[in-house]
């Protein structure tokens, strides 16, 4: 199996192509010019990997939440790819992205809280469980709130020390981090660097193609969980 992932949605832009459960990867984090650098770094993928767009079997990317510009972006190329080759696509959390990268780094962890930095002082953030062959499954809704809304009830039933914390919302708001960390409630911060990336959005990915559960180039849309973030906002 061939898979092509992108993603564009934070500060961290990045492209994977896994071939049957190998990986190469690009990535590069700056806070603009995603559009600049996004499809010379596939086309040097393909390159490297020895093949054509049309040899892919689909196309993956983080349809969000994210930056509005980013995750627009991320669906826009992601069409226009899959358009171009007649392509299948799926379409890939950023927030189960960085909870695959937290459970891929740390073994004991059976459930990770997510919370990336959705700026406007909010987070963006969800909850994770591991299932069965290791992927990362949503629990609940992914929300975007304060910092001082996000709650760890949708993780108590699991035992102390099994449940995670991962994502730059804990670094950007000290706060999160004071309140459901460092308060002794039982989270363990496996990091409050890591950012949605292509290689754990491929993996993802990979087992929705296995199962079929894949979409066409029109259904490519991003989710952005803040729907007025394009509104302008009264005086």
Not at 1 to 21: P, Q
């Amino acid at each position: 199996m061939k898979i092509l992932a992108l993603d564009t949605a934070t500060e961290a832009c990045s492209a994977a192509l896994w071939v049957d459960g190998q990986l190469i990867a690009r990535e590069l984090e700056f806070e603009r010019g995603h559009a600049e650098h996004i499809l010379p770094m596939i086309d040097s993928l393909l390159a490297e990997g020895g093949m054509v767009l049309g040899a892919v079997d689909a196309l993956a990317f983080g349809r969000g939440p994210g930056g509005f510009t980013g995750v627009r972006l991320a669906a826009s190329v992601a069409q226009g790819l899959a358009f171009a080759a007649d392509l299948p696509v799926v379409a890939v959390s950023d927030l189960a992205a960085v909870a695959q990268r937290a459970f891929d780094v740390e073994s004991s962890v059976t459930r990770v809280l997510v919370c990336n930095d959705a700026r406007m002082k909010e987070v963006y953030w969800g909850c994770f469980e591991r299932d069965a062959t290791g992927l990362a499954m949503v629990v609940g809704p992914e929300r975007v709130s304060p910092a001082d809304v996000v709650e760890v009830s949708a993780v108590e039933s699991v035992p102390t020390g099994a449940t995670g914390a991962a994502g730059r919302g804990f670094r950007a708001y000290p706060e999160l981090r004071s309140r459901l960390i460092d308060s002794g409630d039982g989270l363990k911060l496996i990091s409050d660097t890591f950012l949605p990336r292509a290689h754990e959005i491929a993996k993802l990915a990979a087992s929705e193609v296995r199962a079929g559960r894949t979409i066409g180039a029109e259904e490519a849309i991003p989710v952005y969980l803040r729907d007025d973030v394009a509104r302008p906002q009264p005086s």
